[in-house]
């Protein structure tokens, strides 16, 4: 079985930072992309940014510039740094991981717990 674990979310005023971690834990082969999303209550959840297994990165438009996806694949841990936060960055966020298994050629994926992120204005 695998777990996802998510850390770093908290409270911070309008500009501040926050780096949001995830650990992938338990029995598994590889992990190939990583990602992060959020969700707010009545909205469906959208993808905030995602990294491959090369290190390719791709961004919602609205946080381009001020949010960096990164991964550290020898512990199987993804980041995701959120600099000049605003009030609309307010929300769930959730880590996701796909995984390949060889030996049955299917892909997977497991979600994070979410960690809340408040920003204040």
């Known amino acids: 079985q695998v777990q996802m674990v998510e850390s770093g979310g908290g409270l911070v005023q309008a500009g501040g930072s926050l780096r949001l971690s995830c650990a992938a834990s338990?029995?598994?082969?590889?992990?190939?992309?990583m990602s992060w999303y959020r969700q707010t209550p009545g909205k469906q959840r959208e993808l905030v940014a995602g990294?491959?297994?090369?290190?390719?990165?791709n961004y919602k438009d609205s946080v381009k510039g001020r949010f960096t996806i990164s991964r550290d694949n020898t512990k199987h841990t993804v980041f995701l740094q959120m600099n000049s936060l605003r009030p609309e960055d307010t929300a769930v966020y959730y880590c996701?991981?796909?995984?390949?298994?060889?030996?049955?050629?299917?892909?997977?994926?497991?979600w994070g717990q979410g960690t809340q992120v408040t920003v204040s204005s």
């Open positions: 996701n991981a796909d995984f390949y298994n060889p030996t049955t050629s299917l892909y997977y994926d497991y």
């Open positions: 338990g029995r598994f082969f590889a992990i190939t992309a």
């Open positions: 990294i491959t297994t090369d290190g390719r990165t």
